[in-house]
């Protein structure tokens, strides 16, 4: 539910159907790539998705992977802006829009594992056009951080149909 709103965002709802099912997390992931074909690059897998959290994995392959072997700065990008993304949308109210604005990343350590990203935000209210800074820190297996983002949110009034 967005805060404001007594329905479901329409992602919320998706993900409210999948994530019961057997391979859900899987096939809600999949519906979100063919939505946004680019984060598919990166083969993500939601883990947790609600208002306020999102934490997505992603697998280390070769196709992710720098010259030394470890997962790429923009690949650990791309990972930060989906869970910033897709949280910022079911978070959002419903009469509001958003549209990524910034990136400022810090890279902590080198990622040599299967990364997650886990991005957080407060409550968004209705309210005029902003810029809502969105968190985002992506760990290794071992529960590191390996990588922290600042998502820079531009939060506006969706204009009348």
């Known amino acids: 539910m967005n805060a404001g709103s007594g329905k479901l965002n329409a992602a919320w709802a998706m993900w409210k159907r999948c994530e019961g099912l057997p391979f859900g997390k899987a096939i809600f992931s999949r519906i979100i790539c063919f939505k946004a074909p680019y984060f598919g690059s990166i083969r993500p897998r939601f ?3 609600r208002p306020g959290f999102a934490r997505v994995s992603m ?23 989906l869970a910033a993304g897709t ?42 056009a902003r810029e809502v800074p969105v968190t985002v820190d992506i760990r290794d297996a071992a529960g590191g951080t390996v990588c922290r983002a600042t998502i820079a949110m531009w939060v506006s009034p969706r204009r009348p149909s």
């Open 87 to 128: 949280m910022t949308e079911i978070t959002i109210p419903q009469s509001m829009r958003w549209l990524p604005k910034g990136m400022t990343v810090e890279y902590v350590k080198k990622a040599g594992t299967d990364i997650e990203a886990v991005a957080t935000v407060g409550e968004i209210a209705e309210g005029p």
């Open 47 to 49: 883990e947790e998705f």
């Open 59 to 81: 697998k280390k392959r070769r196709a992710v992977t720098n010259h030394i072997g470890t997962v790429h700065a923009i690949a650990m990008c791309n990972l930060a802006e």
